[in-house]
């Protein structure tokens, strides 16, 4: 009997399993062609004396990284002699609100909405301080042009408000400085805020596009988007041009022009079936760009949540993990001799020494849990990944064998066989394939679910093979 070759297509968990797409796809990221293998979460700081928030880095003009980790009270630097967290805040901070970070020149800067801004020196070695006296408060910060620019401060929750030019330092409306505010009366709350050659200002009800114009103006705010905006604050990211969101009904991509909708009829009634939604303000967002990647956390009932979104093919996977919130970071790199701070023996370290970990000035996908940063950088989760609904004709049909078709790894694998689409999907017990990557069954229905979970090294999960043979009507 000629075998069936099932290929790994697009996951859409908001549609039946009769239409081809795969009804899972867990610990997983979407490839042109098939998954990849996830890492798991592994730990990269000792552990601060408070739970963090947040974590961000990046490099000062001598190519030395910073990375900095955000809790209520407090904000740390990482050092990489030992590992440790050092307290480096200018005061003690009392802020709910997760820190937002960004570089301007020499300047780390950061805001909470409760604090005004703070900002570290790069060229030298000290703790945070206040950005200036007339600096804002502010939940939202963002460079746009030669500009800081914040937004949802706290004189008004829809005013955005920009330092002067090339100086973080200038906050009171000037002509000669070019430093102003701006209040954006038609679209509630301020809750995006992202920058670059253009601002993109995400309200809930609408979409404002911020240009450079010069003086008098200084800036001309368009709207681009009405009755359409942003949802969750913590949902935003940006990267390549492209601002990413969660709106009322899902998610969705702004080049500055125009507003897709990258979630609909895919994941979004997945997204808000396992949210919990009382709790929406955990949300964060991180971007991978050795593997094309934006990816959402949230909070579910069982896990924390990540929602994989592949740029080149705009398909989805996602993971289940034990962080409190993601990122994205340059981590510091790391000697031979500070090794020792990771495990006491090579042989032991939870990460490769290929790891782009060990490497220093490398974007990697990161994150907090409970009082510590980690890196996605360990072996690979355990994966899941379970095809639609097969038929072998009009008639029932038994799937006999099976043949996982995993590179650089193999897999275990499991049916569910169903006689209609009523009864429920149960899986029989799963079998590993042998030494000749095959493993045999007898499952009788009209509908057969395939599930399988990859094993091993494994760097892509292509498909399955199957031998469904007609079993006759009765």
Same mark, same amino acid.
């Given at each position: 009997?000629?075998?069936?070759?099932?290929?790994?297509?697009?996951?859409?968990?908001?549609?039946?399993?009769?239409?081809?797409?795969?009804?899972?796809? *867990?610990?997983?990221?979407?490839?042109?062609?098939?998954?990849?293998?996830?890492?798991?979460?592994?730990?990269?700081?000792?552990?601060?004396?408070?739970?963090?928030?947040?974590?961000?880095?990046?490099?000062?003009?001598?190519?030395?990284?910073?990375?900095?980790?955000?809790?209520?009270?407090?904000?740390?630097?990482?050092?990489?002699?030992?590992?440790?967290?050092?307290?480096?805040?200018?005061?003690?901070?009392?802020?709910?609100?997760?820190?937002?970070?960004?570089?301007?020149?020499?300047?780390?800067?950061?805001?909470?909405? *409760?604090?005004?801004?703070?900002?570290?020196?790069?060229?030298?070695?000290?703790?945070?301080?206040?950005?200036?006296?007339?600096?804002?408060?502010?939940?939202?910060?963002?460079?746009?042009?030669?500009?800081?620019?914040?937004?949802?401060?706290?004189?008004?929750?829809?005013?955005?408000?920009?330092?002067?030019?090339?100086?973080?330092?200038?906050?009171?409306?000037?002509?000669?400085?070019?430093?102003?505010?701006?209040?954006?009366?038609?679209?509630?709350?301020?809750?995006?805020?992202?920058? #670059?050659?253009?601002?993109?200002?995400?309200?809930?009800?609408?979409?404002?596009?911020?240009?450079?114009?010069?003086?008098?103006?200084?800036?001309?705010?368009?709207?681009?988007?009405?009755?359409?905006?942003?949802?969750?604050?913590?949902?935003?990211?940006?990267?390549?041009?492209?601002?990413?969101?969660?709106?009322?009904?899902?998610?969705?991509?702004?080049?500055?022009?125009?507003?897709?909708?990258?979630?609909?009829?895919?994941?979004?009634?997945?997204?808000?079936?396992?949210?919990?939604?009382?709790?929406?303000?955990?949300?964060?967002?991180?971007?991978?760009?050795?593997?094309?990647?934006?990816?959402?956390?949230?909070?579910?009932?069982?896990?924390?949540?990540?929602?994989?979104?592949?740029?080149?093919?705009?398909?989805?996977?996602?993971?289940?993990?034990?962080?409190?919130?993601?990122?994205?970071?340059?981590?510091?790199?790391?000697?031979?001799?500070?090794?020792?701070?990771?495990?006491?023996?090579?042989?032991?370290?939870?990460?490769?020494?290929?790891?782009?970990?060990?490497?220093?000035?490398?974007?990697?996908?990161?994150?907090?849990? #409970?009082?510590?940063?980690?890196?996605?950088? #360990?072996?690979?989760?355990?994966?899941?990944?379970?095809?639609?609904?097969?038929?072998?004709?009009?008639?029932?049909?038994?799937?006999?064998?099976?043949?996982?078709?995993?590179?650089?790894?193999?897999?275990?694998?499991?049916?569910?066989?169903?006689?209609?689409?009523?009864?429920?999907?149960?899986?029989?017990?799963?079998?590993?394939?042998?030494?000749?990557?095959?493993?045999?069954?007898?499952?009788?229905?009209?509908?057969?679910?395939?599930?399988?979970?990859?094993?091993?090294?494994?760097?892509?999960?292509?498909?399955?093979?199957?031998?469904?043979?007609?079993?006759?009507?009765?």
């Amino acid at each position: 009997m000629a075998m069936t070759m099932v290929n790994f297509t697009e996951w859409l968990p908001d549609q039946p399993g009769v239409v081809g797409a795969l009804t899972n796809a *867990k610990n997983v990221f979407p490839k042109a062609v098939g998954y990849g293998a996830f890492p798991e979460e592994e730990n990269y700081s000792n552990e601060a004396t408070e739970d963090l928030n947040s974590v961000a880095s990046d490099k000062d003009n001598n190519g030395v990284v910073r990375l900095f980790a955000g809790g209520a009270t407090k904000l740390w630097l990482f050092n990489s002699s030992n590992n440790n967290l050092d307290d480096v805040s200018g005061s003690t901070y009392t802020s709910t609100d997760k820190w937002r970070f960004l570089r301007f020149g020499d300047y780390f800067i950061a805001s909470n909405n *409760k604090d005004k801004l703070q900002y570290y020196d790069l060229t030298t070695t000290g703790n945070f301080q206040d950005l200036d006296a007339s600096a804002p408060t502010a939940k939202l910060i963002t460079v746009v042009r030669d500009f800081v620019v914040v937004g949802n401060t706290t004189s008004a929750s829809d005013e955005v408000r920009w330092s002067g030019i090339n100086n973080p330092t200038t906050w009171a409306s000037s002509a000669v400085t070019q430093s102003d505010f701006q209040r954006i009366p038609d679209g509630g709350q301020i809750r995006g805020l992202t920058g #670059g050659e253009f601002g993109l200002v995400l309200l809930e009800k609408s979409i404002v596009r911020m240009s450079y114009v010069g003086t008098p103006l200084i800036f001309q705010f368009d709207n681009i988007s009405r009755n359409l905006g942003c949802y969750e604050s913590n949902s935003v990211a940006q990267w390549k041009g492209v601002t990413y969101f969660l709106a009322d009904d899902g998610f969705y991509a702004c080049d500055g022009q125009n507003v897709e909708p990258i979630g609909a009829e895919k994941i979004n009634r997945f997204f808000w079936d396992s949210l919990r939604e009382e709790v929406i303000s955990e949300m964060s967002t991180a971007i991978d760009p050795f593997r094309s990647l934006v990816i959402w956390g949230y909070p579910t009932d069982e896990s924390y949540r990540l929602l994989v979104y592949h740029t080149p093919t705009k398909r989805w996977s996602y993971v289940d993990t034990n962080v409190n919130r993601i990122s994205d970071v340059f981590t510091p790199g790391t000697t031979l001799e500070a090794l020792d701070n990771f495990s006491t023996s090579l042989d032991a370290l939870p990460t490769s020494l290929d790891s782009r970990q060990w490497l220093g000035g490398k974007l990697l996908l990161s994150g907090v849990r #409970g009082a510590r940063i980690i890196n996605f950088v #360990g072996s690979n989760k355990q994966a899941r990944i379970t095809t639609a609904d097969i038929q072998g004709g009009e008639m029932m049909s038994m799937v006999t064998l099976m043949k996982p078709i995993i590179d650089a790894g193999s897999a275990t694998m499991s049916v569910s066989s169903r006689m209609n689409l009523a009864q429920d999907v149960v899986f029989g017990e799963p079998s590993a394939a042998d030494a000749e990557n095959r493993a045999g069954f007898r499952s009788l229905g009209r509908y057969h679910r395939i599930r399988v979970e990859p094993s091993g090294n494994w760097t892509t999960a292509i498909g399955v093979e199957a031998e469904v043979q007609p079993a006759g009507m009765r």
